[in-house]
């Protein structure tokens, strides 16, 4: 038996619906499951994608510090190819070395330029000299920008997605000299439930990540039973593929989430605490931050290290928690996401794989 005690979870909101998330591999499909539930795709996605900002130049426009550089590459191994962004701050391109790499993931409808003006990220990278790489999701393999968590074949190592993903980390990280102990993944939507099958696919490469508003390992294995995991009524946690890896995670989730349902940031949480260590420590903290109050469900190693740091912060929809107006999907109320997850990854420790044995 695993030593858990993160509190009394939320109780289940009920008679939830979709709301402006797309996921499936063709346009048709989700066009008619957002119908049935009396809604429309947003405007952003019924364009292509937006055009690629410049090098030198931050996406929506403005510049970026000088020495700084923000650019447009495309990255390909042989399980695939994907348009990326890399910012790298100006200290580490004039040689003071990185900290560390974040893979940011996008939600659905999004682009990578979106995410970053959205998250802010590439300010947190200049004050914490941190690489962040903005992969993009090619329409041609979702019709709606979606990273493809509800597919099969983008749940297991060697193929797919994840095996793009994490090539492209590694191999951005090697570039910039970033320590193999450094490496990190966070998204949103889509984008949080990609990273949270990275943490599990490949728990060598990635020493921490973080999940805001995603999903579990193994919710769904087609389109409708990803519709279903998103409302709360996909398939039971013992349903599921027991997550294998603990690798410790920062979670973000609103109580008010009416596109992905708050019992799957619990769910995230579970499976991490399971795959980890007998003994755990468990603690609970609640403030209010930027004129929402939130919880934090905070479980540690007995030797201090923090394998799940879960935030529900309530009356968030489902956006970025303190995230940018510039970006979709944002609130800027509430705790600042972006510097937490930050924080999170920086405190990992140093020297090993940092997982919880």
């Known amino acids: 038996m695993k030593t858990l005690n993160l509190g009394a979870m939320r109780q289940a909101m009920e008679g939830l619906r979709l709301d402006g998330f797309g996921a499936g591999n063709a346009q048709s499909l989700v066009e008619r499951t957002l119908a049935q539930h009396g809604l429309s795709m947003p405007a952003q996605a019924a364009g292509g994608a937006r055009p ?20 447009t590459d495309r990255f390909t191994c042989p399980a695939g190819s994907r348009e990326m962004m890399v910012y790298v701050p100006a200290s580490v391109a004039a040689g003071q070395g990185a900290e560390g790499l974040v893979l940011m993931l996008h939600g659905c409808t999004q682009t990578h330029a ?3 003006r959205g998250t ?9 000299r941190l690489i962040v790489v903005y992969p993009q999701q090619a329409r041609g393999d979702n019709a709606q920008s979606c990273w493809n968590w509800f597919s099969i074949g983008d749940q297991r190592r060697g193929r797919g997605e994840p095996e793009i993903l994490a090539q492209m980390a590694q191999a951005q990280a090697a ?7 450094r ?14 099958i990275l943490g599990q696919t490949h728990p060598e490469v ?5 999940a805001h508003s995603g999903l579990p390992f193994g919710a769904a294995r087609d389109v409708p039973g990803a519709f279903a995991a998103m409302n709360g009524t996909g398939m039971a946690d013992s349903a599921r593929p027991r997550a294998a890896t603990a690798t410790p995670t920062i979670i973000f989730h609103g109580s008010a989430d009416r596109t992905v349902h708050p019992q799957n940031a619990a769910s995230i949480a579970a499976d991490t605490l399971a795959a980890g260590p007998d003994q755990t420590i468990a603690d609970q903290a609640t403030a209010t931050t930027g004129g929402r109050s939130h919880r934090r469900d905070i479980t540690s190693t007995l030797d201090g290290q923090v394998i799940v740091d879960h935030w529900t912060v309530e009356g968030l929809g489902h956006a970025w928690s303190g995230g940018r107006a510039g970006g979709s999907y944002t609130d800027p109320k509430g705790p600042d996401a972006s510097a937490e997850m930050v924080r999170f990854f920086l405190a990992q420790p140093r020297g090993g794989s940092g997982k919880a044995a």
């Open 52 to 71: 690629f900002p410049a090098a030198g130049a931050q996406p929506g426009g403005g510049t970026i510090p000088q020495g700084a550089s923000f650019t």
């Open 114 to 116: 979106d995410f970053a």
């Open 120 to 128: 802010g990220m590439n300010d947190l990278a200049e004050r914490h």
């Open 175 to 181: 570039l910039h000299r970033v320590p193999s102990d």
């Open 183 to 196: 490496i990190f993944a966070a998204g949103l939507s889509a984008g949080a439930a990609m990273a949270v």
């Open 206 to 210: 990635f020493a921490a990540i973080g």
